[in-house]
């Protein structure tokens, strides 16, 4: 005995090398190896989806490694306004800790570069992160810049377009795949 799906996807008994009257293409046996469908209706497992599926998670760790980063600048930057806020309302060692961490955005700007590089190469990612992020780092040194020559009016607007653009930065890191 064969089983076969009916148009309803309900499993019927039908004895071997009994003709159906849509012919063979619309039936789907258990015994069957060339059928694509359990009797159940659902997708029969494919040694080739687990490789397949592999492939795709060893892709996906330069994604996670640039979400990570894009997340973490964006925090540094954040950081940024609340030391010099800090610095603003009187607690003035907040200075020295707003200049360290100038040095640590940078840093973290040009990981996320990195990160940027790996997510395009191997992850076959977007190219713009690496576009991005590269100008975003040349904004960073050039705020650093204009801090330690106390330029004021330039570096406060200049300060929060970069942390805006680090935020929507990570945003996007987020909602890409």
Known sequence: METM???DQT????????P???GPSQRATAEDPASRESVSGTPAPDAS????????MSLRWPV?????????TAVILFAQSVLAGQFL??????LDLHNLNAGIAGVATLVTVVAAVLYFRPGHGPWWPIVAYAALTGLVVVEMMLGTR?????HIP????IIVLGVVGARRAWSRR
């Open 89 to 94: 309302s009187g607690a003035y060692p907040a």
């Open 150 to 154: 106390h330029i004021l009016a330039v």
């Open 49 to 56: 989806n687990d490789a397949t599926d592999a492939s795709r």
């Open 5 to 7: 799906l009916d148009a």
């Open 64 to 72: 996670i490694v640039f979400r990570i980063a894009a997340t973490g």
């Open 158 to 161: 200049l300060g929060v377009a």
């Open 20 to 22: 159906v009257a849509g």
């Open 11 to 18: 499993a019927t008994a039908l004895p071997a090398g009994d």
